[in-house]
């Protein structure tokens, strides 16, 4: 009983939280895209704009519902939650922290625990295209079908290659449970310093994925007008790009447990604190962690150029998956060693 | 031979594997993109803060009184016929007697309106009036809701009669205007 309150409480805490930061994101990556850009970003909605997303959301809520006529009503409402939907879901297994002992119980600072963590984030993670594509179909326009279509394809691409990635680091500890690999990264070194390319690769399958420059092609505002949100207004645009920031925070969270260590605080046994502050520091160093890759997806965002998509479609075959493979391989090999 | 000096041999060479790469590009990208981060701003926060203006800059406009706080302005219809975009309209009227203390000259303008969306701002108006009654200033025009809040009438274009709130243009009297009042026969304009 106690340990259902305890996830109740658990799962509002991370609802709130994801909500709360993805609010937080869209103006600190406004903010920051504007000092890249030698402004100040938004600073007139209260202090330092601090207000900028409520008005932002209340903006949003108050727009007109458009529909157009042609579009498939279910279909069209049913893609925006669909995006939200699946956005939220994947934190469900993260590892937010170790256990916290509470009135002499023990609980892990995880929604849901499996034995196939990893196989559960993929399934959800791939199924995240489905809003887009769906939004982008029912909205019976063909820019926004031109983004449906990149999107899916684009996830297609990229996906392989962020599988075979994450393979090598599952590899590596020998368990798709999230609390195994972070065992082994406290155990060991960080996957960082084994997995340097897989790194890499799975960052830039993580920029395709959670769509966003310079692999924006489902939504690029330049040549498809804002691509499968075109004909989006209101609420439901609201979501789609909601789910978008929460996506980026999910994914950072991932590659903070993947390859950065997750929750683990280095160095945690020789501090001599009570094990309950010390998981309450290590989810703290866990949320520093996804802050910083939340900026750099954002300092990324705002250097670099959108690819062509030839050149999306090239990156994505032709040298991320075969180097993933790669990779693999090599770990393969010398793990067997 | 060539037109000019800035011709520029384009050259199609292949990428090394290190260009190929792109990280390294991107890598120094990402330096620009940070080194920018911490630079001095460009932003002016504008109604806090407000950029210098020229001391001639031409503005929205003002209509002068004299020392005595009449009316300089005696309609005779110059700056309208100067106004390239027609933005200024007046009507005149005759100073009845007793009316010596607020207007100057026997003849003064009862409405007198500038379209402030129809005007260019050249300050011909100013060069063209012969009384040293209109004048442009470094104020902007506020913006409006309407049209027609944009034809600014006498109650938005003359200057208080109020000493302390008159409005300087001290600096915009240039010496071939301030040589011009010195002229025996255009002393009034004092």
């Known amino acids: ?298 300092w990324v965002r705002w250097t670099l150029p959108r690819f062509r998509y030839d050149q999306l479609m090239k990156l994505g075959w032709t040298i991320l998956l075969p180097l993933a493979l790669l990779n693999l391989i090599i770990t393969g090999v010398i793990t067997l060693l | 031979m060539s037109l000019t000096n800035r011709t520029k041999v384009v050259s199609q060479k292949r990428m090394s594997f290190l260009e190929r790469l792109y990280l390294p590009a991107i890598f120094v990208g990402m330096g620009i993109t940070l080194k920018h981060t911490f630079m001095k701003k460009a932003t002016i926060r504008y109604p806090e803060v407000k950029r210098p203006f020229s001391d001639i800059y031409r503005g929205r406009h003002v209509l002068k009184r004299d020392e005595q706080g009449r009316e300089r302005c005696t309609a005779c219809g110059l700056c309208a016929l100067a106004c390239p975009a027609e933005a200024i309209t007046m009507i005149s009227a005759e100073r009845k007697p007793g009316e010596e203390h607020l207007y100057r000259e026997e003849k003064y303008a009862i409405v007198y309106e500038i379209n402030m969306l129809r005007c260019i701002y050249c300050g011909l108006c100013e060069s063209a009036c012969p009384k040293e009654a209109i004048f442009l200033t470094q104020k902007i025009v506020d913006s409006e809701y309407h049209r027609e809040g944009f034809i600014y009438g006498k109650d938005k274009l003359l200057e208080p009669v109020d000493k302390d709130k008159r409005i300087d243009v001290s600096k915009r009297q240039t010496p071939e205007v301030l040589n011009f009042k010195k002229l025996p026969n255009e002393k009034h304009n004092i």
């Open chain 1, 1 to 298: 009983m106690l340990i259902l309150v305890f996830k109740i409480v658990l799962i509002a805490v991370i609802l709130g939280l994801s909500l709360l930061i993805a609010m937080y994101a869209t103006l600190v990556e406004r903010k920051f895209a504007g000092f890249i850009q030698d402004r100040l970003g938004p600073d007139r909605a209260g202090k330092w704009g601090i207000l900028q997303p409520v008005a932002d959301g209340v903006k949003l809520f108050f727009k007109e519902e458009y529909m157009p006529n042609a579009a498939d009503k279910f279909l069209y409402i049913l893609g925006p939650s669909l995006t939200m939907l699946v956005a939220l879901l994947t934190s469900a297994v993260i590892p937010w922290g170790g256990s916290v002992t509470l009135a002499g119980k023990e609980y892990t600072l995880q929604v849901a625990s499996s034995s196939v963590d990893i196989l559960y984030i993929f399934a959800v993670v791939s199924m995240g295209v489905y809003g887009i594509m769906i939004g982008g179909w029912a909205s019976n326009n063909k820019y926004a079908l031109m983004g449906a279509v990149r999107a899916s394809s684009q996830m297609i691409s990229y996906e392989l290659a962020m599988g075979l990635s994450m393979a090598s680091v599952i590899l590596m500890s020998g368990s798709l449970s999230m609390h195994d690999i972070v065992a082994h990264q406290q155990s060991h070194l960080w996957n960082i310093v084994y997995q340097p390319l897989a790194f890499i690769i799975f960052f830039t399958c993580a920029l395709a994925e959670t769509n966003r420059a310079p692999f924006d092609l489902p939504e690029c505002e330049a040549e498809l007008i804002g691509g499968y949100h075109t004909e989006y207004s209101a609420m439901k645009l609201g979501f789609y790009l909601f789910a978008e920031y929460i996506n980026m925070f999910v994914s950072s969270a991932i590659m903070s447990t993947l390859f950065f260590g997750g929750y683990t605080l280095p160095f945690a046994d020789k501090l001599h604190l009570a094990p309950n502050l010390i998981t309450l520091l290590g989810t703290a160093f866990l949320f520093v962690k996804i802050f910083l890759f939340m900026l750099l997806f954002m």
